[in-house]
Each structure stands twice: as structure tokens, then as C-alpha cells.
């Protein structure tokens, strides 16, 4: 597929997709957001893809949303804010993961954002929703909200002080100062690498991480944990107790314990 906004590339079994608006720090388009959702979809569905690394073009990740739209709704033209039609009603469980980006949370496969540079606003939003932020150690983040008359929105106030903590969050929100790597990773926001290599060193522990493990472990794992958010401890329990005998009957099981066994690398097949 012809992407206009993002591009899209897949080494043996992770998938890049790169935010491609380098002149613009990559800033957020709804073609970049109709584009990804497509791209996120087909890694979901080809076999091959056990991983997924959102990275941006050129020196930036994503400068926010592309003053173009925030200027028109400036001057009183605008998009409609609700996503409930698309939700479906608000308190069914499942609507927790049809929203704008907690969606990628039901991906059932690791989604890393790869942090190049500068990332602001709705590019930050998005990141939050992965399941890893490794970030570039000369690299800052931004909320911006606050600085341009807005608020916390797309699930920003309910991920980030989940990650961060009540107060690093209001910090984040209510300052929109640039913050640097390492304080970001101390908050816990991310995890940092040098820059030198940063993309490769960040596909090659994507790939490591699922020829390692189960592709099927770490799709269950990762409906666990995210699941867990809305659950009791007794509900989670039960769900862990479910899946561990659902996975005594799989191939991965199986292969699991031969390679152990037999001292070799692994070959899982996400069966």
C-alpha cells in the first residue's frame, strides 16, 4: 500500500512504522492517523510480524498535532471532540480500547514507540498507549496542552499519572515545559538509549524479545496486564488461572520446555 504520511517496512519479525513528515517534525495529520491505524491492522494480521516500532522521520517523533488544524479550530472550525459513536456505550469494558489510541492496547502483540527526538502533545498521547517508550537520550518531551489554551485530552490524564505518578503528571500538564530524557525516565515515562544507532538498537531488542518468548505468552500477558486496569485482583486471579491451563495445551508450551530441555534456542510459532 502507498502510504502519504507515514511509511511502513517489516525486518524479519518486527514492523516499522515511521511517522514520515520530517519537514514538519512529523506533526500529526488525519491522514498520519488513518495511515497508522491501517499499517498497525496489517502487522496485526501478517504472521510474520511478531512486533511493532513506531519511530518518526528525520531529527523529530511527533511535534503534536499540526498547527494547520489547531488554527482552524482557533477560528471556530472544528471536528466533533466525542468518540462515543464509534465506542459504543462508555460502560461496556470493551469501549476502554476503542478510542483514538487505546486501541493499541488490544494489539496482541508489543507496540514500542521509538522515541528519535522531540515529541509534544497528541504525539505524546499516542506514545503512552504502547507498550514500551524507549526514548533517544538527547531527545525531550512536551505535553504543550496547557501552553496553547487547552486541556489533557486523549486519555492523557488517565494513562500518564498510571505511568508517572498523580504529581510528576500534574507537572507534565500543567508546566508543558520541555523535559529531558533523563528525567523522563526517571519519572518511569521511559527508558532511555543513545542516540548513536538508537533504531536499530531498538528493532534489535524487539526482535530478541519475541524469538525469545512465546508470540502467544506475550499476546495473553499483554491482554492480562492492560485487562487488569479495569479488574479486581480476584478477577485477575481467575482470568491467570483460565490461561495457564489454556497454555499447558499449546505448541509454545511445548516447545517451551524441549528447548530448556535439549540446551537450544527456541522455535516458537505463537500456537
Given at each position: 500500500?502507498?502510504?502519504?504520511?507515514?511509511?511502513?517496512?517489516?525486518?524479519?519479525?518486527?514492523?516499522?512504522?515511521?511517522?514520515?513528515?520530517?519537514d514538519?517534525?512529523?506533526?500529526?495529520?488525519?491522514?498520519?492517523?488513518?495511515e497508522?491505524?491501517?499499517?498497525?491492522?496489517?502487522?496485526?494480521?501478517?504472521?510474520?510480524?511478531?512486533?511493532?516500532?513506531?519511530?518518526?522521520?528525520?531529527?523529530?517523533?511527533c511535534?503534536?498535532?499540526?498547527?494547520?488544524?489547531?488554527?482552524?479550530?482557533?477560528?471556530?472550525?472544528r471536528?466533533?471532540?466525542?468518540?462515543?459513536?464509534?465506542?459504543?456505550?462508555?460502560?461496556?469494558?470493551?469501549?476502554?480500547?476503542?478510542?483514538?489510541?487505546?486501541?493499541?492496547?488490544r494489539?496482541?502483540?508489543?507496540?514500542?514507540?521509538?522515541?528519535?527526538?522531540?515529541?509534544?502533545?497528541?504525539?505524546?498521547?499516542?506514545?503512552l498507549?504502547?507498550?514500551?517508550?524507549?526514548?533517544?537520550?538527547?531527545?525531550?518531551?512536551?505535553?504543550?496542552?496547557?501552553?496553547?489554551?487547552?486541556?489533557?485530552?486523549?486519555?492523557?490524564?488517565?494513562m500518564?499519572?498510571?505511568?508517572?505518578?498523580?504529581?510528576?503528571?500534574?507537572d507534565l500538564?500543567?508546566?508543558?515545559?520541555?523535559?529531558?530524557?533523563?528525567?523522563?525516565q526517571?519519572?518511569?515515562?521511559?527508558?532511555?538509549?543513545?542516540?548513536?544507532?538508537?533504531?536499530?538498537?531498538?528493532?534489535?531488542m524487539?526482535?530478541?524479545?519475541?524469538?525469545?518468548?512465546?508470540?502467544?505468552?506475550?499476546?495473553?500477558?499483554?491482554?492480562?496486564?492492560?485487562?487488569?486496569?479495569?479488574?479486581?485482583?480476584?478477577?485477575?486471579?481467575?482470568?491467570?488461572?483460565?490461561?495457564?491451563?489454556?497454555?499447558?495445551?499449546?505448541?509454545?508450551?511445548?516447545?517451551?520446555?524441549?528447548?530448556?530441555?535439549?540446551?537450544?534456542?527456541?522455535?516458537f510459532?505463537?500456537?
Amino acid at each position: 500500500m502507498d502510504y502519504q504520511d507515514i511509511d511502513y517496512s517489516v525486518e524479519g519479525h518486527v514492523a516499522t512504522i515511521t511517522l514520515n513528515r520530517p519537514d514538519k517534525l512529523n506533526a500529526w495529520t488525519h491522514a498520519m492517523e488513518r495511515e497508522m491505524r491501517t499499517a498497525i491492522d496489517g502487522a496485526v494480521d501478517d504472521q510474520q510480524v511478531r512486533a511493532i516500532v513506531i519511530t518518526g522521520a528525520g531529527r523529530g517523533f511527533c511535534a503534536g498535532a499540526d498547527m494547520t488544524l489547531l488554527s482552524g479550530a482557533a477560528e471556530g472550525t472544528r471536528e466533533s471532540r466525542s468518540e462515543s459513536s464509534m465506542a459504543g456505550e462508555a460502560d461496556q469494558p470493551e469501549a476502554n480500547f476503542e478510542r483514538k489510541f487505546s486501541y493499541l492496547l488490544r494489539v496482541p502483540k508489543p507496540v514500542i514507540a521509538a522515541i528519535n527526538g522531540p515529541v509534544a502533545g497528541i504525539g505524546l498521547c499516542m506514545t503512552l498507549f504502547c507498550d514500551f517508550r524507549i526514548m533517544a537520550d538527547n531527545a525531550k518531551v512536551t505535553t504543550a496542552f496547557a501552553r496553547r489554551g487547552l486541556i489533557a485530552e486523549h486519555g492523557i490524564s488517565w494513562m500518564l499519572p498510571r505511568l508517572v505518578g498523580p504529581m510528576n503528571a500534574l507537572d507534565l500538564l500543567y508546566s508543558g515545559r520541555l523535559v529531558p530524557a533523563q528525567e523522563a525516565q526517571n519519572m518511569g515515562l521511559v527508558k532511555t538509549l543513545p542516540s548513536e544507532g538508537f533504531l536499530k538498537a531498538v528493532q534489535t531488542m524487539a526482535e530478541e524479545m519475541v524469538t525469545l518468548s512465546s508470540p502467544r505468552s506475550i499476546g495473553v500477558i499483554k491482554r492480562q496486564v492492560f485487562d487488569g486496569l479495569f479488574q479486581s485482583l480476584a478477577q485477575a486471579w481467575d482470568v491467570a488461572d483460565q490461561e495457564m491451563l489454556a497454555s499447558f495445551d499449546s505448541d509454545d508450551f511445548k516447545e517451551g520446555v524441549a528447548h530448556f530441555l535439549e540446551k537450544r534456542e527456541p522455535s516458537f510459532t505463537g500456537r
